[in-house]
Every structure is written in structure tokens, then in C-alpha cells.
């Protein structure tokens, strides 16, 4: 199976390629050509596998230059008992009689990054290996919180790699902030930017494609590569959970092998939906896929409209992961939609670059509506979404998670369809304690990490170790930038 550019399907690249070079040089996404199938069978017998062996399978069907014991030695690394509290990785916790939680939070950073970042720099390493590269990787990424900390703890002391991180100084939580701040390792630097999470993205991208900074680099023995989710190494472990969560469905007894289950996802980039999209082309059976958005809400009217367009106000909420106005991965769906056009994903994704915005064609249009639902919620449903939950289910959940759950509501008020859905839960409530306080209604907060002991207090739930041991840190990281001196940050790194 061979990997073409979204933009550019002529050249075609082995997966080692695609992952080591993060994003294609004529600015397109690297993709696979055509998508592999799970068949009835495969899913009976990934049924009785455990998480690793579950990722071992999916990640083989797209991965043909890797072999099943490299495959296998990475899924049990990234996927330990060490990284991850919960021996099932990603396990779904049953709300209601329809209603599913795929928990994907359990891993070191306490968020769904976790799952796709901590195999990444495996197959990002090999493939080097494969591809016959000599020079030091840096890893650049823009993150709106939650990638960039799990970028770091997957990337960290990781040999020939290093990573530089940016974020927007205003668009994180406190405990994100510091959990980047007090990242360890010997490889690592971390640096905020003035402005929003497009100006970190837009910033990291025009580094991307600064040839007199690549020539530069390159002499002194680095190149550059991505681990945002324009990498096809952060999409595919992501396939996995949704493939994973169907067994674990039909195992409970809940459905049965071939029912369909609707998914919610909290959407920002695209990229976590895009897996439950392909997931589907590939034959699992799922039935209509439901994208949340918070206030900044293009997504919602792209799904609805088939027009897209960025030029809106901008709003900073309480799901900073999900406050994006270009979602990336969309490209993707573009070209999976439009049959492999090529051309015509380039020409919209120009549009958007000159005007900010393009219109669909009927058959992309037609297809959005067979496949899709979609729907916003804004910061005040969001903290009644997060109250509701706790009162009615005894159930925490963080602001992401809960403008999946107030979405579905909507969905299920519209159509009356009661199909059992699994909602994606992207982060630990531990992450976002300040909004979850308050919409517990506790208004007087702690400083810093002490407001992690406010919430167990409040529900008597323990937060997560990694998140508590942030007491003890040291800041390593108080750098602040403008955009245009981004790449002053990386020379000084890189030198
Ligand atoms: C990244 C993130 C999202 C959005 O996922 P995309 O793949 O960018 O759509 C949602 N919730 C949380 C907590 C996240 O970290």
C-alpha cells in the first residue's frame, strides 16, 4: 500500500516515507491510496485480543514495510501498564442503557493525544531507520494544550529525535501550562506565542515551508517533521480504539457483531472523527457520525452547508482543544469524499488560503449528509452539560467531553434515533478543574495544582498521578514569543 499527497496523488510514497516526512512538500496530507478492510471475521477475532494485539492488527493492514513483531514490541511499550492507568487502555464506560463512554484518558498526560502520541515516535523512529535518514529529527508542534504535552512525554529522550513545542499563551488551562512548563528530558523545549492556537498552527506551518530555513537546518544535520495530526502516524493508532470499543460493545453483550453504534466526537483538528470515518470505509459498522464543536463552530455549518469559511470572530472557551477556525484533517475527508480528486482538493484548499473559504460540490455535499450530524454547544450549555452528568449519572466529565454529550442530546432530540452511540471522552475532568468547578458551582478556586484537591473534595474522585505529581515540578519553560520570532526559537535549539 502506497501513500499519496491530498494535493498530488502522482508520487507515492511507503508508509516509512509518509511518517518521516509528516507532511507533503507540496502542502497536502499524505494518505493512504485506498483504505483496507475488516471484515466480519477479523472483527470476531480481534474481539478476544487485548488493546496491544488490537493495534498490532489495524496498524498492519496500512503499515506493509513494518513487520508484526516490530509492530507488536511498540503497541506494548506505548500501550503499558506504566503509561496507562487502566489495564484496558481505552475502556468504555457504560451512562446509560444507549449511551457509551470511550474513556481516552488514561494515559500519562491525561488526555485522548495519549493514544496516538505515545506510538508515534516508535514508528516515527523506524521509519528513519527505514528511510535511510541520517540527520536529527526536530519535531515542531503547534499545540491548543492537550498535543503538545503528550507530544513531549511520547518524544522525550527518544535518540535523534528532539522537540520544540509552541503554544498560545492564552489559549491553555492553567494545569496544561504547567504540565508543559515542567516537561523533563534532554531533547525537549517548550515556548508560548502571543496570540491564539491559528497563530501557533500558521506559524509552525510557514516554518515548514521555509526553504532557506530547511537549507540551513540541513547543514547543520537536522531536518524537520510533524507530530500534529496532519501526521499519518497520529491518525492510525487512532482507528484503533474505535475498532476497539465495537469489540468491547458486542463482548458486554450490549450490541450484537454487525448492529450499528453511531459515534459523538468532541471535534478541533478533525483528526479523531477522520479515524471514526475511516473506520467505517473500512467496515465497521457504524452508523451516523455526530461532530461537536464548541462556539467556534465552522464545522457545524461546513457539515451543514457544504460551505466553509474561517472568516468569523474567534472565541476562546472552556474546550481549548476544540477552539480551531482550519481543521486540518478535513483534507482528508475532501479527498476521501470527492473519490480521490486530486486537483480538486488543491483547489479549494487554495481557496481557503486566498479567501478563506470554499463551497463543496453536490456529491461531497450529499455525502457530508449521509455520513455526518453535526452540532455546537456553547460555554454556558457546556457547564449545565457538566452539572447535568454528575447529578443525573454520577458521572464526571471534562468541557470537551461534554459538548459531545450535550450534541448527541440534540441529535437524539432532532431524530429520535435511540441507536447505541459511544461518545469520544477526550480528557480527564482532573485536566479542566477550574471550569468543572464551577459548573459544580464552586466559585471561590485554589491557585495552581491545588485545585486538583478541590475537585476530589467536591466528588470525592482522585485525581490522576501524573496531574498530582505536578507539585513537585520545577518550571523549566517561561519563554514568550511573536509569531514572526518563531523561528528564532528553533535556530536557538537547533544549533
Ligand atoms: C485534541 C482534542 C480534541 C479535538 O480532537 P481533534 O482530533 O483535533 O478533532 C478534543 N478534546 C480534547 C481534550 C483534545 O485534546
Not at 240 to 253: A, E, N, P, R
Request: overall charge negative; hydrophobic content about 35%.
Amino acid at each position: 500500500m502506497y501513500y499519496v499527497s491530498t494535493r498530488d496523488k502522482s508520487k507515492k510514497l511507503t508508509a516509512a516515507q509518509a511518517i518521516a516526512l509528516g507532511l507533503s512538500r507540496d502542502g497536502g496530507l499524505l494518505t493512504p491510496e485506498t483504505l483496507p478492510s475488516i471484515s466480519e471475521q477479523d472483527l470476531v477475532a480481534l474481539k478476544e485480543m487485548n488493546y496491544q494485539d488490537r493495534a498490532t492488527f489495524i496498524m498492519k493492514l496500512f503499515l506493509e514495510d513494518f513487520t508484526k513483531e516490530e509492530l507488536d514490541s511498540y503497541a506494548q511499550k506505548a500501550y503499558s501498564m506504566e503509561k496507562f492507568d487502566h489495564q484496558e487502555i481505552a475502556p468504555v464506560y457504560t451512562v446509560d442503557q444507549i449511551t457509551h463512554s470511550l474513556e481516552l484518558w488514561h494515559g500519562p498526560t491525561s488526555a485522548f493525544k495519549d493514544m496516538a502520541l505515545q506510538m508515534l515516535p516508535h514508528l516515527l523512529s523506524a521509519s528513519l531507520v527505514k528511510t535511510e535518514e541520517e540527520k536529527t529529527v526536530c519535531i515542531l508542534v503547534a499545540t491548543s494544550g492537550d498535543t503538545g504535552k503528550a507530544a513531549l512525554e511520547g518524544f522525550r529522550d527518544v535518540d535523534k529525535t528532539k522537540i520544540l513545542v509552541f503554544y498560545p499563551k492564552d489559549g491553555v488551562s492553567d494545569i496544561q501550562g504547567l504540565q508543559m512548563q515542567t516537561q523533563e528530558g534532554n531533547n525537549v523545549g517548550v515556548c508560548s506565542v502571543f496570540g491564539n492556537f491559528d497563530d501557533a498552527q500558521t506559524g509552525v506551518k510557514k516554518l515548514f515551508s521555509d526553504v532557506k530555513l530547511r537549507e540551513d537546518l540541513e547543514n547543520r544535520g537536522y531536518f524537520l517533521s510533524s507530530a500534529n495530526s496532519i501526521n499519518w502516524g497520529r491518525v492510525l493508532p487512532q482507528l484503533v480504539y474505535y475498532v476497539s470499543s465495537y469489540c468491547d460493545l458486542v463482548k458486554k453483550g450490549t450490541i450484537k457483531q454487525g448492529d450499528l453504534v453511531n459515534i459523538c466526537v468532541p471535534t478541533g483538528n478533525f483528526g479523531n472523527i477522520l479515524a471514526g470515518y475511516y473506520a467505517k470505509r473500512m467496515g465497521l459498522p457504524i452508523g451516523k457520525l455526530i461532530c461537536a464543536s464548541n462556539s467556534n463552530n465552522v464545522l457545524t455549518d461546513f457539515i451543514k452547508t457544504g460551505i466553509y469559511d474561517r472568516n468569523r470572530q474567534f472565541y476562546t472557551t472552556m474546550s481549548p482543544s476544540m477552539d480551531i477556525l482550519i481543521s486540518s484533517n478535513l483534507e482528508r475527508l475532501l479527498f476521501a469524499m470527492s473519490n480521490e480528486n486530486d486537483t480538486l482538493v488543491a483547489d479549494y484548499m487554495q481557496a481557503l488560503n486566498d479567501t478563506g473559504k470554499y463551497e463543496v460540490n453536490d456529491t461531497i455535499k450529499s455525502a457530508l449528509e449521509a455520513e455526518f450530524y453535526a452540532g455546537y454547544c456553547d460555554d454556558a450549555k457546556t457547564q449545565v452539560t457538566i452539572q447535568k452528568m454528575w447529578t443525573e449519572n454520577d458521572y464526571l466529565i471534562d468541557p470537551h467531553t461534554a459538548v459531545a454529550f450535550d450534541v448527541l442530546e440534540q441529535y437524539r432530540n432532532e431524530t429520535g434515533d435511540n441507536t447505541q452511540t459511544i461518545v469520544v471522552s477526550t480528557a480527564s475532568p482532573f485536566k479542566f478543574c477550574d471550569n468543572v468547578l464551577g459548573a459544580l458551582g464552586v466559585t471561590d478556586l485554589n491557585e495552581g495544582v491545588d485545585i486538583l484537591d478541590q475537585l476530589t473534595e467536591k466528588t470525592n474522585m482522585k485525581a490522576p498521578a501524573p496531574l498530582a505529581e505536578l507539585r513537585n515540578k520545577t518550571i523549566r519553560f517561561e519563554d514568550s514569543v511573536e509569531k514572526e520570532q518563531m523561528i528564532d526559537v528553533v535556530l536557538d535549539m537547533l544549533k
